[in-house]
Nanobody, 116 residues
Framework: QVQLVESGGGLVQPGGSLRLSCAASGFTFSSYIMSWYRQAPGKERELVAA????????NFADSVKGRFTISRDNAKNTVYLQMNSLKPEDTAVYYC?????????WGQGTQVTVSS
């Protein structure tokens, strides 16, 4: 049974930091491209960051470049999103995604709220 379980979301003040984690199980994690998406109220889901199966290649949305980093630990079947210098516009539900050829899995999401 495939599972992606996100954690680490919460309420943080502008300028603060959060670290999201996504624990994976039920598939060969080290084969999959892992990504973080987010969806704000009334907006479409958007790609935030992605990391290749080995961790050697990463991509980021322009809006988070220089503030967010993505990493993975294939031994722990976990992908991380370190979010620094958070802004109110980063407020959204953040989703973990695993993709490999035609296989595409989603987590249930974790809420991140940036507010003073």
């Amino acid at each position: 049974q495939v599972q992606l379980v996100e954690s680490g979301g919460g309420l943080v003040q502008p300028g603060g930091s959060l670290r999201l984690s996504c624990a994976a199980s039920g598939f060969t994690f080290s084969s999959y491209i892992m990504s973080w998406y987010r969806q704000a109220p009334g907006k479409e889901r958007e790609l935030v960051a992605a990391i290749s199966n080995t961790g050697g290649v990463t991509n980021f949305a322009d809006s988070v470049k220089g503030r967010f980093t993505i990493s993975r630990d294939n031994a722990k079947n976990t992908v991380y999103l370190q979010m620094n210098s958070l802004k109110p516009e980063d407020t959204a539900v953040y989703y973990c995604n695993a993709k490999w050829y035609f296989s595409n899995y989603w987590g249930q999401g974790t809420q991140v709220t940036v507010s003073s």
